[in-house]
Structures are given as C-alpha cells and as structure tokens.
C-alpha cells in the first residue's frame, strides 16, 4: 500500500450540549496533514464526543468540520471516507476476516476482480497473510485488532481515527503494536487522531498531543513541550509523575517553597496562585557535581519503594511537605539513599523548575 | 372402670347410629347433570328443589356443556359418578346404542305415560323442548306481511336481501334445508342428505356466519351483523325482552328437545329412576317455562292451568305451535345414515 | 496386588454430577407426570380402540378433511408468521434503539395484551371489526368505503386477531437478539462507507436473523394450535387442525380419533423445532443466552 497522504483537519470552535452538560466547550484544532495527534484526557473529558463529531456520528450543537478545506459538519459518516479503528474492534461477526476487511470495497462498488488482491495487501500490511478465511472468533485479541486496522485502511483513506484501539490488549503486546502503528502511520502517511486515556501512549506515538478536561482544550503540543511546558497544574499533574507543591512568587524568576527560595529558568506569572511541578526523575540528589546555579533542598526519607528498574524514594521537607524522586536501582543509587529517617541534600535544576498556574486544576 | 365402659358403649353407639345415618342419607341422593347457566338454574327452582323435597332425596348437580365425551369415559371407567344426564336426546340413543346408557322400566315411571311415543325411547324420556327458528332483524323487516316466513324464503335471496347466519351444525340445518327445498315439515324423515346438502350449497355463499355457540347466534342478531338468523327460540326471545328489535316465527321450527337419561351402571341407580318419573311430572314441567323460554316435554303441563294463555302461545311444544313445526327425529340423527350425514358436515363447511 | 487409585478430581466431579442429577429430579418428575405421562397416553389412545388399530391415522391420510385442515392451518400459520415479522421487525428495531425510558414503553405497549384474556381479546376484535363495528364505521364516515368491509367472520379477521396476539412472541426473541448487536457495528458499517440501507442489509440484518428465526418458529408453531381465535372470529369457515380435533371428540365419541390428529400436529411441530435446530440450536432460540 503506497503512501496516499494525509489530510488536513481542522475543528472550529466545537461544541456539543446534552441539555446543561457541555460535552465539548468551544474546542478549535488545526491538524496538518500526516500527523500523529493524541486526544488525551480523563474519562468523560469530551474526547470521546470530539471523535464522534470528526466521525460524523455526533452532530456538533455548534463550530464546523473541515477535511482538507472542505466542510464536513453535515456530511453522513459514510461519505467522510474516514478509516476509523473501534475501542471493541467492531468487527462484524457474521464475516470472516476477508470480508471484513472486504467490506470497504463492496461499500464502495468497487470492481470485484480487485477485491482480493486488496485485501490480501491488507492484511500483509498488518502481518496477517493468508487469513482470509478466518472467522472472527478463532482470532486472538492482537489479531482482531490488526483485522480492524486492516480494513480502516483498506479504501486508502487520507484521514484515520482510532479510539483507544489497544486499550483491550495486555501490556506487552500494546507496547508492540505502538511502535507497529508508528510505522504503519509513517508508511501510510495518512493524518491519525488517536484517542487515549493512557499518557505514556500518547506521548510515545504522538506528534502532538491535545489534552482534554471537562470539554475543553486544556492544551495542544509536542509531547516533550507538554513536559517541560505545560500550561497550568492540570496538565504537568496529568503528564509524567509530578509532585505538585504550592509555592509564592518572591521575584520575577523565583519563588519560595515553605520558606526555601528556588530559581527558575522561566518567567513566572505576575499574579494568581503558582505552583511548583516537581517531575520524580528531575529532582536530583546533591552530589557536588551540577550546574552552579542549581535550586538545594533537604529532607527526610520516608519510604523507598522498590520498583523494578527503578527506585522510588518518597520524601518529606521539614515542614512535612511530602515529595518524591527517582533513581534507576543500580548499586551506586542505592548506596547514596540513606535509610529511612535518614536526611538527604537534593538539588533540582531551574530549567527543571516548573512553576505553573494552579487555575484549571 | 365401668363408667368408662359405658361411655365406650355409649360412643360406639353414637358411631353406629352416625354410620347408619351417613348410609342412609347416601342412598337418597343423586348426582343430576345438565348444561349451566340460565337453564339450570330456571330448572333447580322449577323442578330440581321441588323434586328433592317431594322425595326427600338431595339432588347433586353438576354442570358441563359438552357432556357426551364425559358420559362415555366415565362408563368406560367402570365407576361413573354421575347418575342422570339431561343432554341432547340423540346422545341418550347413541348413548343406549353403545351400552353407555341403562334402559329404561316405564312401568317405573308413569308420567311419562302420558307423553306422546315420539317423546321417549327405551333410554330416554324427554325433558324439555326448544325450537331452531327462522328470527330475523325487525328494522331491516319491519312490516310482518314482507318479513320471512318460511326456510323457503331464508332461501329467497332475491325477495329477501340480506345478511344470514345458520347454524355450524348438520343439525335441524339439513331439515330447514329440505322444507326450503318444499318437503313437507311431517315428510322430512328419512332425511335426503344428498338434497339437503344441495340445497346448502345453494346458500352457502349467502350465509355470513356459521354460528357455533347460542350466544354468538344472538350476539349476531343483536348487533345487525346478520338479518336473518336460524336460532333457537330462547335466544331470539331473550332479546326482544332486552328490547332489541328482533322477532321469530314458530313456522318450520324444528322442535327439538333435551332427555334424561341414567348412566350405565350409575351408582344410585333406583333414586335415579325415582327422580327421573318426578323430573317429567306435569306440575313441575309446567313451572319450567315460568322461569325460562323453553317448553315442558310432558303436554299434560298445558292442562295444569300453571302456564298462562299468553304464556303458553309462546313457548314452542304448545299444541298450537307444535303443529307448524317439524319434530327432530333423533332416532334418525343417532342412525348410521345420521352419523354419515354429521361426519359430512365438516366435509361441507371447508368446501 | 494391585491396588488402583482413583483420580480425586474425577471422584470429585462423580460426586458433583449425582448432585447435579439429585437436583434436577424434581423438575424431571414433573416433566413426566405433566408432559410424558398425557402425551404418551394420548398417543397411546390414537392406537388402541379395543386392540391395536390404525384406523384414526388411516382416516387423516385418506380423508379430504383433514388434509384440508391441514393445510388451511398451515396456509393460516405462514400469513400470521409472516405478518407478525413485517410488523414486529420495525417495533422490536425500534426497542431495541430507543434510549431508556421509551424502550420500555415500547415494550410495554407490546407486552400489554398479553394480561388480557385470549378470549376478551377475540370479542375485542369482533366488535372493532365486524359491520357495525369501529373500523367499518370509520372507514365509512371518511368516506373511504361505502359497503363495510367483510373484516371478521371469516380468514382475514381469524388472521388479523391471531396477528394481534401472537405478536409479542416476535418482538421478544426479535428484540432480546437485537439488543445483542453491538451498536459500534453500525457505527463501523457506516465509517467504512456503507450507506444506512446498506449497512442494515449487511451487517444488522444478518446479526438478528436468529431472532428472526426464533420469532418465526414460535409464532408459525402456535398458530398450528389456536382454536378460540377461529372458532370465534373465522366465521365456522375456518376449520383449523384444532377445530377438527375437538369436531373429532364429538362425531366419534372417541378420543382416539382426536388423539390421532393431535398426534399428528404434534409430530409436525416437532419435525419444525427439529428442522429450525439444524440451523439455530433450540436453547438459543428459546432464551438467548
């Protein structure tokens, strides 16, 4: 399957009501074409709603639709030609896995002597030669979800929707099939939508990831500005692992967490209330060797939590505040973590300091 | 000691005197089966209560509208509860016929001496007479001179337009059939099947509704789905009471009755006969049609003077109208041409 | 000496399937007191009239009657069936869609007639369908006829009435099955390109076809058996196979004659349930699991 190219989308100002409940709330994306874009947030953020309406199953109560220039908001589903992959896989049961995957060209019309090379294709394409003939219910969790991708791209759409497609399978084969939808997305070139509640999924596979709360759009970025940059508490507490910790504004570049001073890289918002974002593996312990104007802290162990490749160390500054860091469990790390109630000097680096706005939290 | 010797004597006694009574009280009872509803409750008052005090016995009764199959399952058993059947008379000969039935010592029943011999067979007495009757919709015939008066002009369906409705039964219909055809009412037996159901088929595409149940019969009078109706005579007149403009005419009814009959091997079998004698006394046949629209079967009734002038016009075994009818002959019905003729009903009606 | 020594799991499981078989005998014996005991004795009697005889089954083969009935009735049970498909689909569809509340309200309206007596039900349908009756009052006041319709008293109304009563038995295994489509299917059909109609035609419709069948088999089964909707509403013209058998009880004054036909129509369903088991097994049709 050659590349065919993506398609440009672009949602404008969005919205779905269902009497008082905003589902969506003013929602505007611009996706180029060819991109990776991940709608991320907690269940019942709107990105479910989001999907319906670029699907065409949902009828936006307000904002357009537009697929490569053209308005879609009114179009049925079926002449969006948008390959769209289901949570539940929805295959049809009735068929087996060549009429599945089948089932775009009939839709379509198209010439019958090009079915079965097409669909041969198809399913090479997902590593599922020779499966034709299968019935749905003799295939694996994994292989029923590479029959659903195979026949979302079976009619070459430029436009690609899945809903949180390996929600349903086990971790190690979902780590697999991420890496197997980049590429297939790299081949195919088409634009892809990727619905997920999972971040560690989002930001692997995504070229961009749109984060969702309560309807609105808290956030759209790469995955590692959404890291370092995210917008308010909110999103650095959604992505990563963060300690989120009230501080004060002392200075155009630097607050006061319970009494110590820290620095940071960026500018700081002149008024409402802050917070420090303290991500696990940028919070470091002191060991002489960093950057001269890195922030110091102090505190308590109170737990050291073993968790496989790494180490959780959680900690508390003398005022109680708890906090927590990461260190990979090799010997070395190990041997500087003094036993719990022991005291420990950690240092955090001001391009690592984050302080963002609590609203929205 | 003793005292409690006397008071065992005294309870063994009192065993023996309640044991002599039960039997005795089990001796003077029957059990009494007829059709339910309005019609046997008109004869517990006029005849069944009045009997029961007259020979001290007590009448059981039971009631089920299709009792034939019963009859014959209950003799077939070898132990039958029910004594005596008050049942369409064919199903007393055919039930005499097939050893079902006990025949019957006249001598044992002397009121039915008086009764004409059309009225009894040797396994039957007759107990009550209704009539199949031409009735038909007042409104749609309004004046007596142009209304129906014959099965001939039932037959008419030029003269008399209309919707009609027959009976889904061989019975009486084959009979109205043939005096439509000009037999005579006296001249009907043996019946010439072949001619009746000829003649059926000439009206079969005129008839409405092949009616199963007598309520239906009037149901369809009542609510002007048919004009014209073959019914029974009890059915037409309880509606003109309601005061529903409805009217039948006795001519070429076909008078039909209802028997009693004992069951073979009945187990009170001389009260049964006893009851039977008293069921068919002129008194209490005459008190029949004073609490329903059907006809004492013993004509010394209309001797009584119980029934008056007026009443008795009305009611279908008055020698008056008795006269303008056709009596059924059930021994033709229960005789094997009579069987083949019923059993071709069914032949007909799908047809 | 060999000593042998049993499984303990097989054990276990012997022990569990004597429980398993104590428990069911109670609802086995009713079974047989209930159903095996009549059935049998009914066959029996269809058979023996003092000795063995064969003259009942001989009449039903040979006599037009019957074979008239029989196909009267079975031309009677595929309108019903047929009827109550086309007009219980688009009900039970949509049950089977509507949000919460108006799906049991669709239901009900259905499931409604069913607390009403057969009987009630029949006397309903004369008094709306006979010549004086609602429907031909209507249609007369609007001018749309001006002879009533011939509606009852006869096939159509026998139908129509058979139609009404049956209907439920369509729309529940319609509906239960229905339900069961997942509606993401739909969803799929239409995303890939399958327009409304053609997403129905390929993917809805064939995913309810076991309602679809289960419905038909038990509607075209219990029209076999009515009595009281013909009886009443047919006019005495429609002679159905169960008319035949209670006329039988009274020509013949032998429940061997009507044991016969009974047997017969029993042998029929059976050789229906049979035949639809090849496609659907029967537990699936009855109770969708």
């Not at chain 1, 404008?12 to 009497?19: D, E, M, T, V």
């Not at chain 1, 009828?59 to 357009?64: D, I, L």
């Not at chain 3, 066959?43 to 019957?66: C, K, M, P, W």
């Not at chain 3, 339900?179 to 053609?198: C, D, F, N, T, V």
């Amino acid at each position: 399957m050659a590349n065919i190219g993506g398609e440009r989308v672009e949602i404008r100002s969005a919205s779905k009501h269902y009497g008082s409940v905003r589902a969506l709330d003013d929602v505007s994306l611009d996706i180029a074409p060819q991109e990776f874009v991940s709608l991320l947030g907690p269940s019942g953020s709107g990105k479910t709603t989001l999907l319906g309406i670029l699907g065409g199953f949902i009828q936006p109560s307000g904002g357009s639709v537009h697929l490569g220039g053209r308005d879609v908001t009114y179009t049925p589903p079926h002449k969006r030609d948008i390959g769209i992959v289901f949570q539940n896989y929805a295959l049809f049961p009735h068929m087996s896995v060549g009429e599945n995957v089948a089932f775009p060209l009939r839709a379509r019309r198209l010439p019958k002597s090009t079915y079965a090379e097409k669909v041969r294709g198809a399913l090479a394409m997902v590593d599922l030669a020779g499966y034709e003939e299968r019935g749905i219910g003799q295939l694996s969790g994994g292989q029923r979800q590479r029959v659903a991708l195979a026949r979302a791209m079976i009619f070459e759409p430029r436009l690609i929707l899945m809903d949180e497609p390996l929600s349903a399978l086990d971790k190690q084969l979902r780590e697999n099939m991420q890496i197997e939808l980049r590429q297939l997305h790299k081949r195919l070139g088409a634009t892809i939508i990727y619905v997920t509640h999972d971040q560690r999924e989002a930001l692997t596979m995504s070229d961009r990831v749109a984060i969702l709360k309560d309807g609105k759009l808290v956030q759209i970025d790469r995955p590692e500005r959404l890291h370092d940059h995210p917008a308010n508490a909110f999103v650095a507490s959604f992505i990563g692992e963060a300690t989120l910790l009230p501080v004060e504004r002392v200075g155009s570049d630097s607050v006061s967490l319970a009494g110590t001073v820290l620095k940071s890289a960026r500018p700081i918002a002149p008024n409402g209330e802050l917070v420090l974002a303290i991500q696990t593996e940028k919070l470091l312990i002191e060991d002489g060797s960093g950057s001269p104007e890195r922030n110091r802290l102090e505190a308590r162990v109170t737990d050291v939590v073993f968790q496989g490749e790494s180490l959780r160390v959680f900690l508390a500054l003398d005022d109680g505040t708890p906090l927590s860091l990461r260190q990979p469990s090799h010997y070395e790390a190990a041997r500087r973590i003094p036993p719990v109630g022991g005291r420990l000097a950690l240092s955090l680096h001001p391009q690592d300091t984050i302080i963002v706005p609590k609203a929205g939290a | 000691m003793a005292k409690s010797l006397n008071f065992r004597t005294a309870s063994v006694a009192a065993g023996f005197f309640l044991a002599m009574l039960g039997s005795a009280m089990a001796a003077e009872q029957i059990m009494f089966v007829s059709q339910g509803g309005a019609y046997q409750k008109a004869q517990t008052i006029a005849i069944l209560d009045p009997s029961a005090k007259k020979l001290g016995i007590t009448i059981n009764q039971d009631s089920v509208p299709d009792a034939w199959p019963i009859m014959r399952s209950q003799v077939a058993s070898g132990k039958p509860t029910w004594d005596v059947v008050d049942v369409a008379t064919n199903f007393c000969l055919r039930g005499g016929e097939q050893g079902i039935v006990e025949k019957l010592d006249f001598s044992k029943i002397p009121n039915a001496a008086a009764m004409p011999a059309e009225y009894r067979s040797d396994y039957s007495v007759a107990y009550e007479f209704y009539s199949s009757v031409l009735g038909y919709n007042l409104k749609k015939f309004p004046d007596a001179a142009s209304a129906p008066k014959s099965w001939a002009d039932f037959w008419d369906v030029k003269k008399f337009s209309g919707r009609r409705s027959l009976r889904n039964h061989p019975l009486a219909t084959l009979e109205a059939a043939l005096m439509a055809d000009g037999v005579a009412p006296d001249k009907l037996y043996p019946l010439d099947v072949e001619r009746a159901f000829k003649k059926l088929e000439e009206i079969k595409p005129n008839i409405t509704v092949w009616w199963t149940s007598g309520a239906q019969s009037a149901q369809l009078l009542n609510d002007g789905e048919v004009d014209m109706v073959m019914a029974w005579n009890g059915r037409i007149s309880a509606l003109t009471k309601e005061g529903a403009k409805v009217t039948y005419t006795y001519n070429q009814g076909i008078l039909q009755s209802t028997s009693l009959c004992v069951l073979k091997g009945a187990p009170n079998l001389p009260t049964a006969i006893k009851f039977l004698n008293e069921a068919v006394d002129p008194v209490h046949q005459a008190n029949l049609p004073l609490h329903i629209d059907y006809g004492p079967a013993n004509p010394k009734a209309y001797d009584t003077k119980v029934i008056s002038e007026a009443r008795v016009k009305e009611l279908p075994s008055a020698p008056e109208n008795a006269k303008v009818q056709a009596l059924m002959s059930y021994a033709w019905w229960t005789s094997p041409a009579g069987e083949a003729a019923e059993k071709r009903w069914l032949q007909f009606m799908q047809k | 000496m060999t000593t042998q020594t049993i499984d303990p799991s097989l054990r276990h499981q012997r022990r569990e399937q004597a429980l398993m078989t104590l428990l069911a005998a109670p609802a086995v014996l009713v079974i047989v007191a209930l159903v095996v005991i009549p059935v049998g004795w009914l066959a029996a009697q269809s058979i023996y009239d003092n000795g063995f005889t064969l003259e009942h089954y001989r009449r039903i083969f040979t006599e037009e009657v019957y074979w008239r009935s029989f196909a009267l009735t079975f031309r009677i049970a595929l309108m019903v069936t047929l009827l109550t498909l086309l007009l219980g689909y688009p009900v039970a569809y949509a049950a089977a869609h509507a949000k919460r509340p108006w799906n049991v309200l669709i239901l009900a309206c259905v499931m409604l007639p069913f607390w009403t007596s057969v009987l009630v039900r029949a006397y309903a349908w004369l008094v709306l369908l006979q010549r004086t009756g609602v429907a031909n009052q209507l249609l007369e006041r609007f001018g749309l006829i001006t002879e009533p319709l011939a509606m009852v008293h006869n096939e159509l109304g026998t139908v129509i009435a058979t139609v009404h009563i049956l209907l439920p038995f369509m729309v529940l295994p319609l509906y239960s099955t229905m339900q069961k489509i997942p509606r993401e299917l739909m969803l799929a059909g239409a995303s890939l390109g399958g327009g409304p109609l053609y997403s129905f035609l390929r993917i809805f419709l064939p995913l309810s076809l076991p309602g679809v069948v289960a419905g038909l088999t038990l509607v075209f089964v219990l029209t076999l058996g009515f009595y009281i909707t013909p009886e009443l509403l047919g006019g005495g013209r429609t002679v159905m196979i169960s008319m035949v058998v209670s006329r039988n009880v009274e020509l013949y004054a032998q429940w061997g004659a009507a044991s016969a036909v009974g047997v017969v129509l029993l042998v029929c369903v059976l050789a229906i349930f049979a035949a639809v088991g090849r496609i659907i097994p029967l537990d699936k049709m009855l109770g969708q699991k």
